[in-house]
T-cell receptor
Framework: EDQVTQSPEALRLQEGESSSLNCSYT??????LFWYRQDPGKGPEFLFT???AGEEKEKERLKATLTKKESFLHITAPKPEDSATYLC???????????FGQGTRLTINP | DVKVTQSSRYLVKRTGEKVFLECVQD?????MFWYRQDPGLGLRLIYF???????EKGDIPEGYSVSREKKERFSLILESASTNQTSMYLC??????????FGPGTRLTVT
């Protein structure tokens, strides 16, 4: 069974303090790993898709990386507006649906 | 830009009422999904559809049904709403095997 575990559950940083969020996964053949951002009371917003180990994607202060067992979402010099819950999901071979992690709630203090 | 819209942002219904939640996407996606999201339980898949008039049960289909008469529209139906169906409902769509795009969500309260 495909599984996704995100850590930490919650992370509080000061503005400008870089850090990383972890997404560990087990899947029988990876078709894609997805990162989403979700603000309170809103639907998840798509950020990145990663398909194979070694792949990296960047968007503003965010960079997602992928290995065969985990993905990291690196946040460089974050700002308060980066505060949100970040969700990771995987799509396994032969699966019809995504498997989501529980998310990491990120708070950036000014 | 992909756009997924949901019929209501907030909805309050009484126990036993029949509830319709509608979702429309404008990107000609084959796949559409209904999730509910509750604190501590994350996103849970209720139903999905990979083609018009096709539907598949997700992880928690009990108490729900769906309808997909047109490619762009996917409806979630609560036949007889109960208080344990109070939740945030999220619709999503995707091309086969690719990222899902979510709507803004409907916060449903059943009293």
């Amino acid at each position: 069974e495909d599984q996704v575990t995100q850590s930490p559950e919650a992370l509080r940083l000061q503005e400008g303090e870089s850090s990383s969020l972890n997404c560990s996964y087990t899947v029988s053949g990876l078709r894609g790993l997805f990162w989403y951002r979700q603000d309170p009371g809103k639907g998840p917003e798509f950020l990145f898709t990663l398909y194979s180990a070694g792949e990296e994607k960047e968007k503003e202060r965010l960079k997602a990386t992928l290995t065969k067992k985990e993905s990291f979402l690196h946040i460089t010099a974050p700002k308060p507006e980066d505060s949100a819950t970040y969700l990771c999901a995987v799509h396994g071979q032969g699966a019809q649906k995504l498997v989501f992690g529980q998310g990491t709630r990120l708070t950036i203090n000014p | 830009d992909v756009k997924v819209t949901q019929s209501s942002r907030y909805l309050v219904k009484r126990t036993g009422e029949k509830v319709f939640l509608e979702c429309v996407q404008d990107m000609d996606h084959e796949n559409m999904f209904w999730y509910r999201q509750d604190p501590g339980l994350g996103l849970r898949l209720i139903y999905f559809s990979y083609d018009v008039k096709m539907k598949e049960k997700g992880d928690i289909p009990e108490g729900y049904s769906v309808s997909r008469e047109k490619k762009e529209r996917f409806s979630l139906i609560l036949e007889s709403a109960s208080t344990n169906q109070t939740s945030m409902y999220l619709c999503a769509s995707s091309l086969i095997g690719l990222e899902q795009y979510f709507g803004p969500g409907t916060r449903l309260t059943v009293t």
